[in-house]
């Protein structure tokens, strides 16, 4: 079974340039997720998708934050403009179904601002 | 709201045994436990539902008590391939399916 993929691996950009994120989730799971991971801390959820519908987005800066999840499949996160404290690993994860189930997390890309 | 983890950061010899605790201000449905290491991708290990049950596989289990909102994660005889990050998740009683990660255990084993 094919994991969680998401690329790009890594991108460098400069403040208030745009860039977006693409994550392409477990065959068959309906809930994906996006989480933002600052070095030393925890994943914080930005955007949990259900199929093609948002079930949760209060933590998604929607002033310069945007995602979308087309076709209930593949989902792309976009930023912009970008800041200086948007520097982190952006990670994708899905599930079967909504719910306390195991998240599988795609390797992340890793967004560094400068 | 976010959980909170202790120790920070533990250092162990391969063989002895950690604990590592999580403890939430708010009532849970469940806690998630995930461990990762240096620039991979967390890695799930166990989720404990509200009920004060007990899972494990292994050398690693956990705990979950739901009166006092805390869970812990025991490794026991700890091995070189435990190093990582350890994350608890909690899910509040509302089951509004947010998980909450806490800001991580550090546990590095000395061969």
């Known amino acids: 079974e094919a994991g969680v993929a998401q690329s790009p691996r890594y991108k460098i950009i400069e403040k208030r340039q745009s860039v977006a994120f693409w994550c392409n989730p477990i065959?068959?799971?309906?809930?994906l997720y996006w989480y933002q991971q600052i070095l030393g801390q925890g994943p914080k959820l930005l955007i949990q998708?259900?199929?093609?519908?948002?079930?949760?987005d209060s933590q998604l800066p929607k002033d310069r934050f945007s995602a979308e999840r087309l076709k209930g499949v593949d989902s792309t996160l976009k930023i912009q403009p970008a800041k200086l404290e948007d520097s982190a690993v952006y990670l994708c994860?899905?599930?079967?179904?909504?719910?306390?189930?195991?998240?599988?997390f795609g390797p992340g890309t890793r967004l560094t601002v400068t | 709201q976010q959980p909170v983890q202790s120790p920070q950061a533990v250092i162990l010899r391969e063989g002895e045994d950690a604990v590592i605790n999580c403890s939430s201000s708010?009532?849970?449905?469940?806690v998630h436990w995930y461990r990762q290491k240096h620039g991979e991708a967390p890695i799930f290990l166990m989720i404990?539902?509200?009920?004060?049950e007990q899972k494990g596989h292994d050398k690693i289990s956990a705990s979950f008590n739901e009166k006092k909102q805390q869970s812990s994660l025991y490794l026991t005889a700890s091995q070189l391939s435990y190093s990582g990050t350890y994350f608890c998740?909690?899910?509040?009683?509302?089951?509004?399916?947010?998980?909450?990660f806490g800001k991580g255990t550090r546990l590095h084993i000395l061969p």
């Open positions: 994860a899905s599930s079967s179904q909504r719910g306390p189930y195991e998240q599988y």
């Open positions: 065959s068959g799971h309906a809930t």
């Open positions: 998708f259900q199929n093609n519908g948002v079930v949760d």
């Open positions: 708010k009532a849970l449905y469940s």
């Open positions: 404990l539902l509200k009920g004060g």
């Open positions: 998740g909690t899910e509040r009683l509302n089951r509004d399916d947010k998980i909450i």
